[in-house]
T-cell receptor, first 113, second 115 residues
Framework: DQQVKQNSPSLSVQEGRISILNCDYT??????FLWYKKYPAEGPTFLIS?????DKNEDGRFTVFLNKSAKHLSLHIVPSQPGDSAVYFC????????????FGTGTRLTVIP | DSGVTQTPKHLITATGQRVTLRCSPR?????VYWYQQSLDQGLQFLIQ???????AKGNILERFSAQQFPDLHSELNLSSLELGDSALYFC??????????????FGPGTRLTVL
């Protein structure tokens, strides 16, 4: 049962333009959301997170938007750079319990110079 | 560099064998999580330890077990290996309860190949 879904396996964007990566979840109890970036042969690297009490969090070129009513979040990267090319994973967590992360299957972003 | 270390980086073994994967968390982190990533899949949670105690289990097979030692490093033991156990195994750690307790930092992973 995939509780976190990333329906776009891949995305290509021109350098300097905006990249928008999407994520949907089914469990309304999730209250903390994270985005990770993963390069080949490396572990996931934490990018940005958002608590369910917020609808936006910004960190430099990265902004995460949360729409709780739609159970949807998105990651915006502006401007996109070739070094952003990687697989991006969306993850969700519950405040209670183990706090383990539920991951989506990832979106491969390619930024074209 | 996340500060989480994992050894070995690669492991090739045969079906029926047993292997041990090792993880050292970031300095000060009390929680260790193990995840499995099979080909083209997202990461699946296996098990969590907090300060030496098992905290939660996910989709971990009975053939798999883990422990966390007093120095907080953790080991994941995989036995009676099958071809389908071939995967990337990641360890992550997080801080003690506090405002950043949900952010997990991942090691580079161990790639296990069962032949």
């Amino acid at each position: 049962d995939q509780q976190v879904k990333q329906n776009s396996p891949s995305l290509s964007v021109q350098e300097g333009r905006i990249s928008i990566l999407n994520c949907d979840y089914t469990n309304s109890m999730f209250d903390y959301f994270l985005w990770y970036k993963k390069y080949p042969a490396e572990g996931p690297t934490f990018l940005i997170s958002i608590s369910s009490i917020k609808d936006k969090n910004e960190d430099g070129r990265f902004t995460v938007f949360l729409n709780k009513s739609a159970k949807h979040l998105s990651l915006h990267i502006v401007p996109s750079q070739p070094g952003d090319s990687a697989v991006y994973f969306c993850a969700a967590s519950l405040q209670t319990g183990a706090n383990n992360l539920f991951f989506g299957t990832g979106t491969r972003l390619t930024v074209i110079p | 560099d996340s500060g989480v270390t994992q050894t070995p980086k690669h492991l090739i073994t045969a079906t029926g064998q047993r292997v041990t994967l090792r993880c050292s968390p970031r300095s000060g982190d009390l929680s260790v999580y193990w995840y499995q990533q099979s080909l083209d899949q997202g990461l699946q949670f296996l098990i969590q330890y907090y300060n030496g105690e098992e905290r939660a289990k996910g989709n971990i097979l009975e053939r798999f077990s883990a422990q966390q030692f007093p120095d907080l490093h953790s080991e994941l033991n995989l036995s009676s290996l099958e071809l389908g156990d071939s995967a990337l195994y990641f360890c992550a750690s997080s801080v003690a309860p506090g405002p950043n307790r949900y952010t997990q930092y991942f090691g580079p992973g161990t790639r296990l190949t069962v032949l």
